[in-house]
């Protein structure tokens, strides 16, 4: 019989992103209509007078989530956002999702309604349509896989590749929080298990859990792009932590770049949980990862209409290739930035190799 | 904690076509370029000029398939094949996918290279361009998520609600096929379980074990619909059985049809080995799934158009629905033909709800 347990070369040699660049180097595209196929946040369509984008995720429990301290109404909601965090990352709008989903018979009727019930708000919150999926059954836990299907112009979209050495490097909001959000969770997991009398005490930190378990994505950056009439030279979401996906947008645009570490936004319960799980706070900002906020790179002359958008902090500079990318302490040393989690493909690792 | 374990409601008490419809009840299409949402075998979503149709499939390890006998380049063929199937099923071409994978650690590289081998295989051979997805671990076995996107115009689409009575049923190709194959596949896994010495035995029965592990697409179709300028008036991919799939047309219709037994094609080993299996040979024709031909129905009209289809059998008529849906045997009887599989939804059960 088939000999597919064979354990030749592990996938932990090519790394997460080896992987997937090997498996698919002899794929083409043939298609006229493919503008873009695998490398950035989205796939590309061509609708003669407008763009399609599709973005596609798969969440598998023990992996992306925790069912001891996920409510599944959360994860509905969270399992659509991201999806959307992808599509707006091109610049794009969401309209319609598809939802699958594989789950055990440990799930009933009323925690798939909770679920959905997640799902229900996040598509109202973004007015989006849900317009498919498969529900199937699985023999153990729950696999999630959501696609994202949204609109944008030739004019408007905005690639990883585009940023230039002097473009102005932009974050939409503070960076840190959900990773402590779940530094938080899990230790609260830890107390729960060793004793499960114990309450768990999550005074005050509602403001990160909240980042963890409910991540928002990019709607009004995009609508402001629209309002002042400018777009990105390039855009990513912060997904895998500021340094990983800043590496993305200087891969892709063949630059490098600098990021001053007191210009980083931080919120103060991300900086004083930090302190307090003993993790400097900025390497939480860099690796964290789950802030769904956008990382986007701009023109000079696009400055004055970046100033005035809401929540926005400009965090850093485009600079040569060649130059590498740095991070410019308060102290006032220069450090390469490293992106981790790159080169981990463990059952245990909570990181996914991202496509698009 | 969270209580995602209760277990008030069985997810069978619903049904899986019940449980989709009951967890999606609040869900409405408010994009207008979204024409079409749940409930066929793709969404539909209106580009002006064109009609972009999307499909999605998942399918899981030890529930739709099983890795003892399937070679993993089949598997990754048949994973595409069955969603492109479901685009054709609306008269469109597809031309993308997006391919997510959760694995465990125990699949290598020379394994994912098997499987992509497959994927690359059927993106050649239907001329689709992998244009994204999503690489994540798992903590046990594979999940795979494939999603199709086609193309087509408003004059051509085909849904499964336009059969009016004195249409004409027409299938693409013969049936039950896939479902004695998969017989033939899990007695031979049985007697390697209990005896590992014995070579599997399958002379002579490459017809059907080739239907059951690399089915193809109705591309065959829809390009002689489009060369000889008709459309069906309804279409469906038969993937639960000619039975459950004739039911979603008669419900979306609002009709009934009668099948004539003599008039259903199979093939000689489909025959034989039924019969072998001590199985009545309509019955793995009407409830067997898996073949992916294309079930649909034409105008009186078109009759000449589709009398020199290759490939094509014209089954049955569609009747009024208070007429209900009816086999006329070769022996003159009438019965009622029953869709089965839809109340089932155990995690041993090889049957999924698809919602398009």
Chains 1, 2 share one sequence.
């Not at 230790?187 to 309450?199: H, T, V």
């Not at 964290?288 to 965090?315: H, N, S």
Request: charged share 25%.
């Amino acid at each position: 019989m088939t000999d597919s347990f064979s354990n030749k070369r592990d996938v932990n040699e090519l790394g997460e992103f080896g992987l997937i660049d090997h498996l698919t180097k002899e794929f083409t595209t043939n298609n006229p209509s493919t503008i873009l196929g695998i490398g950035d946040d989205a796939a590309v369509i061509d609708q003669g007078d407008h763009l399609t984008v599709i973005s596609t995720d798969m969440l598998v429990e023990g992996i992306h989530f925790d069912m001891m301290y996920t409510p599944l109404k959360h994860l509905g909601y969270k399992s659509v956002v991201v999806n959307l965090s992808d599509i707006y990352a091109m610049n794009a709008v969401p309209e319609q999702i598809t939802y699958s989903l594989a789950i055990s018979n440990r799930f009933s009727v009323d925690a798939l309604e909770e679920l959905y019930a997640g799902i229900f708000e996040a598509c109202k919150m973004y007015n989006i349509d849900l317009v498919g999926g498969d529900t199937t059954s699985s023999p153990k836990g729950m696999t999630i896989s959501v696609t994202a299907v949204g609109k944008t112009t030739k004019e408007k979209i905005a690639y990883r590749g585009g940023a230039k050495p002097g473009d102005i490097l932009c974050v939409t909001g503070n960076l840190g929080a959900a990773y402590l959000g779940l530094q938080m969770l899990e230790r609260e997991k830890q107390i729960y298990l060793s004793n499960p009398g114990i309450q768990p005490d999550f005074e005050n930190q509602d403001y990160v859990i909240g980042r963890m378990l409910k991540p928002e994505a990019g709607k009004a950056a995009i609508e402001y792009f629209d309002k002042v009439n400018m777009k990105p030279t390039s855009m990513i979401d912060i997904s895998d932590g500021l340094a990983s996906d800043l590496f993305h947008i200087c891969k892709q645009s063949g630059v490098g770049a600098y990021v001053e570490e007191g210009k980083v936004p931080m919120h103060p319960d991300t900086e004083t949980l930090a302190l307090k799980f003993n993790l400097d706070p900025i390497t939480c900002a860099l690796n964290g990862g789950e802030d769904y906020e956008l990382l986007f790179t701009i023109a000079e002359k696009d400055l004055e209409k970046v100033k005035f958008m809401p929540g926005v902090f400009l965090i850093g500079e485009i600079i040569q290739a060649s130059d590498g990318i740095k991070l410019h302490t308060t102290g006032g040393n220069i450090h390469d930035i490293k992106a981790q989690g790159w080169n981990h493909f463990d059952a245990d690792e909570d990181k996914a190799a991202k496509q698009n």
